[in-house]
């Protein structure tokens, strides 16, 4: 057998499979050879698809077992050249190998920094990530990434270890700069850019091993190991057992009859795997064409469409592709020693399982919404029509759940862990989260129906509240009105809303009101435009819904509230309205204007006697229902704002339905307080002015966490207020003059708030700095001492609460501090690596903007950081991440302790 051009390959030298035995393996099949302790090792090569290279696959056997260097003992790359050549290692050859091919990567390195521009250097990627998911756990000891999509996070990271081999907290802010790659970028890379840098990165490498090997062979007079076509990774190692010269006569016809039998079972097997191989190779083609129907640039209906039968033609092939290997997966249980992919061959039962029922939920689903893609009909269904079209595809969703309930039970039984990382990265990056978006997608799908009406429990009543954040409250605002919307069939009744102050019925008992508001605002008893003084939204509408029952002859079957911002955000996805008496449009640019003013009443008014100052809102409720109801709104562009809306808490809703609460609760819909497993903080304001000056008043956190002493963090809070109000010196809470032309909206005013901040239970208040508040500033003309109150009586779970009372002036600034000692477990180990992890969640307050937050880290001296967040600032052992919570924030940094 013939070596190389330049290099002759020691393993032409020895003996190789044998002709006919090799001519008897179909193409992709593995080569099994026997090592001592009986250990067998296998390596694929595949003729038919050159860029699974045996080489490269090799390459990345080696390197993905590279943290356990004694698996690679008896590779046959073990004994190259190279290795050999490594000195100052112990004699154990898998880390001698691994040694020399860390070796040939740090010199890989571009010589010059990363360019900077629009697009990503390439050459950097594939280095960077190469160096985060293989070297750098090699040669710095960090932990291995779970997948390349991890590895992304790492690459900045990892490219400054190897660029100036010193942890990367002792680095300036300009040499961190100047290796800047990914750091900046919005969200994390295609996973076909990170297989394109894997691939070119891992061939890269390749070449600089083979040019390696070649230059010793040529330089020691020594056959070369690693062969340029891989024939090593075929041939038996010098160590395998060889055949006595002389063997009984038994034992010769015993090896004959077993080599006739062998011969009769490749002969029918190989008829078996061509079949199957055939089968695989049309049902990887129905695969690529369906992933390019999704991935095209074609509208979402039309990809939806195409999808569809796409979808049941991969299906098809993949049930006569299970059909063919499932009597032989019995064999899987047997193969778990087989290197790399042991994993699935263990696991094989439970992947043709999760395939197949994920195949047929996808499939049963995409057949049962199929009338919703016809003559592009989505956007110009009403709700009835829409909800009517769910119910008819109802027992199919429920079918094509029940499927993907059985998928979930598979993939419960997979461990992660030891699959290939190619699978791996499948199932946890890829497949998870499209199983829990299916998972979810089917929840409402099935639901929605139940919930607007159009089941057998009959129509659905839901209580609206109308929250005003100039006026803010914990929950968005303080109401200030109410109505109910009546849906049945999807057909939606116009709300009527009515002035909150006419919603209570004195004849009815009134709890007790929370002690702030009977102490500051003289409120004795909790009355129903007062129930969003609970920062936790599930007990605003319990109580609301309860007091609403005073005035009301019927029960609702959820609470839904919403504030100014949330008619901003559907406004834009409706365009402007047309408010009757109106002569200008009501848009998203004027709408708030619009409200406030509306309150303002004109001599007509007031001479009208059937004038209501917010009668406005049922002009507009009314107008835009009309519009949504018309199918004149795309359904699309009024998800993406109800998407908004949720998320950046300006419309939070309650539903008795335990299918679709568990599903708002899991998205964070409902409002509720969830303080997590870490640090936590929420700051929710309440104004007690009796006035709107909410509006003009600027809110920004600083946080700033000691970790130097890992047994006893602490945590300072400095919370300031800006009061845009024009300049005042003094404060009448109550019974105040009013300013001209604000009798009806009083904006310009001092600004009282009563400030709750919520921490992990088990916090202490080790210090504080609070405001001294005069008497004569206050309704009962008491005055309030600086002080921080430890509140006991909140009642949320995992929480511990505290608060205190704020007056701003118009024209000035408030800010309070707060030390805190926090618990130990807002540290968290990693027990097999060491790693620290802080991890911080900060729940935004509903109904306030993008409040500007500062997070300051004080880590150990000495600790090596491992990974922040990529807007940080790292100066020695702090962490600055400036930030907004236009939405809620999760804030991780991870560390070794010195």
Not at 501 to 524: I, K, V
Not at 597 to 611: T, V, Y
Request: glycine share 6%; net charge negative.
């Amino acid at each position: 057998m013939p070596g190389s051009k330049s290099v002759i390959c020691r393993w032409a030298k020895r003996q190789m499979w044998p002709n006919a035995l090799a001519a008897s393996h179909p193409p992709g099949l593995v080569r099994i050879y026997r090592l001592p302790k009986t250990e067998l090792h296998i390596y694929h090569r595949n003729r038919v698809m050159p860029s699974e290279n045996p080489q490269l696959e090799a390459l990345k056997f080696i390197l993905e077992n590279s943290v356990h260097p004694e698996r690679l003992d008896a590779h046959p790359w073990a004994q190259s050249l190279m290795a050999i050549q490594e000195e100052g290692v112990s004699d154990a050859p898998g880390l001698r190998l691994v040694r020399a091919i860390s070796g040939l990567f740090v010199e890989s390195m571009p010589a010059i920094p990363p360019r900077q521009g629009k697009r990503l250097d390439t050459r950097w990627g594939e280095f960077g990530l190469l160096a985060a998911q293989y070297f750098a756990p090699i040669l710095h000891g960090v932990p291995l990434p779970a997948s390349l999509r991890e590895a992304w996070g790492r690459i900045d990271t990892a490219i400054l270890l190897f660029a100036y081999d010193k942890p990367v907290n002792a680095l300036s802010l300009d040499e961190k700069n100047a290796y800047k790659l990914v750091a900046d970028e919005p969200e994390i890379a295609p996973h076909s850019t990170l297989s394109d840098w894997h691939r070119k990165g891992l061939q890269r490498l390749l070449v600089s091993i083979l040019a390696r090997e070649a230059y010793l062979a040529k330089s020691l007079s020594r056959p070369a190991v690693i062969c340029p076509d891989g024939r090593e990774l075929l041939a038996p190692t010098k160590d395998s057992p060889r055949l006595k010269k002389r063997s009984s006569p038994v034992w010769r016809w015993v090896t004959l009859v077993f080599f006739l039998l062998l011969a009769g079972l490749l002969t029918l097997g190989g008829l078996k795997v061509r079949r199957v191989y055939g089968q695989a190779l049309q049902l990887r083609q129905g695969v690529v064409e369906l992933q390019g129907i999704i991935t095209s640039s074609a509208g979402n209906l039309e990809r939806a469409r195409q999808a569809g039968p796409a979808l049941t033609t991969v299906r098809a092939d993949f049930l006569v592709l299970k059909a063919e290997v499932e009597p032989y997966l019995w064999l899987g249980s047997w193969l778990t020693w087989v290197p790399e992919y042991g994993g699935e061959l263990q696991y094989s039962r439970e992947l043709v399982e999760y395939a197949d029922a994920l195949l047929a939920a996808a499939d049963i689903s995409a057949q049962s919404l199929a009338p919703f893609l016809e003559k592009d009909a989505l956007d110009s269904l009403t709700p009835a029509q829409l909800v009517k079209l769910l119910k008819q595809a109802g027992p199919g969703l429920v079918e094509a759940r029940q499927e993907l309930e059985r998928a979930t039970a598979a993939r419960a039984r997979l461990q992660p862990e030891l699959l290939s990382p190619r699978v791996r990265n499948l199932l946890v990056d890829e497949l998870d989260p499209l199983v829990a978006l299916m998972s979810d997608g089917l929840t409402l799908a099935i639901e929605m129906p139940r919930a607007m009406g159009a089941s057998s429990d009959g129509p659905k009543t839901y209580l609206l509240l109308a929250q005003n954040e100039d006026e803010l409250r914990p929950t968005g605002g303080f109401i200030t009105a109410a109505g109910v919307i009546l849906i049945q069939d999807g057909s939606i009744v116009n709300p009527v809303f009515k002035n909150s102050g006419y919603l209570e019925d004195w004849d009815r008992p009134y709890p007790a009101a929370p002690w702030q508001l009977s102490h500051y605002m003289n409120s004795p008893v909790l009355i129903f435009r007062d129930t969003t003084w609970f920062t936790n939204y599930p007990t605003t509408a319990l109580y609301a819904e309860q007091l609403y029952s005073y005035v009301s002859d019927h029960s609702v079957d959820g609470v839904i509230a919403f504030d100014q911002h949330f008619l901003v955000q559907l406004l834009r996805a409706t365009g402007p309205i047309q408010l009757p008496g109106e002569t200008t449009l009501i848009n998203a640019d004027n709408v708030i204007t619009y409200m406030r003013a509306a309150k303002q009443p004109s001599p007509e008014d007031l001479a009208n006697p059937e004038w209501e100052y917010k009668n406005f809102l049922n002009d507009i409720a009314s107008v835009l229902l009309s519009k949504l109801l018309s199918g004149e709104v795309g359904w699309e562009r009024l998800s993406d704002a109800m998407l908004a809306a949720l998320n950046e808490r300006n419309l939070l809703v309650q539903v008795d339905n335990p299918v679709l609460a568990d599903y708002l609760a899991r998205q964070g819909w409902d409002g509720a307080v969830r303080p997590g497993e870490a640090d936590f903080l929420m700051v929710a304001d309440a104004n007690i002015g009796f006035n709107k000056t909410s509006a003009l008043v600027e809110t920004s956190l600083e946080y700033e966490v000691d970790l130097r002493s890992l047994v006893a963090p602490s945590a300072t809070l400095s919370i300031t207020h800006l009061n845009n109000a024009p300049e005042m010196f003094t404060c009448t809470q109550w019974g105040k003059s009013s300013i001209e032309n604000l009798k009806y909206y009083p904006i310009n005013d001092c600004y009282w708030t009563y400030t709750r901040i919520y921490k992990p239970q088990s916090t202490s208040l080790i210090d504080s700095i609070a405001q001294f508040i005069p008497a004569n500033w206050m309704l009962n003309y008491l005055s309030v001492p600086p002080q921080v109150d430890i509140l006991d009586d909140e009642e949320i779970e995992g929480v511990q609460a505290f608060g205190t009372l704020k007056v701003i002036p118009g024209g000035h600034s408030q800010t309070t501090m707060m030390r805190f000692g926090l618990p130990v477990s807002v540290i968290q180990q990693q027990p097999e690596s060491g790693l620290l992890a802080y991890r911080l969640r900060v729940q935004k307050q509903p109904g306030t903007g993008a409040v500007p937050l500062v997070i300051r880290i004080h880590l150990p001296p000495g600790a090596a950081l491992y990974h922040v967040p990529d807007a940080a600032v790292i100066e020695g052992d702090t962490i600055m991440y400036p930030a907004n919570l236009l939405t809620d924030l999760q804030f991780d940094v991870f560390f070794y302790a010195p």
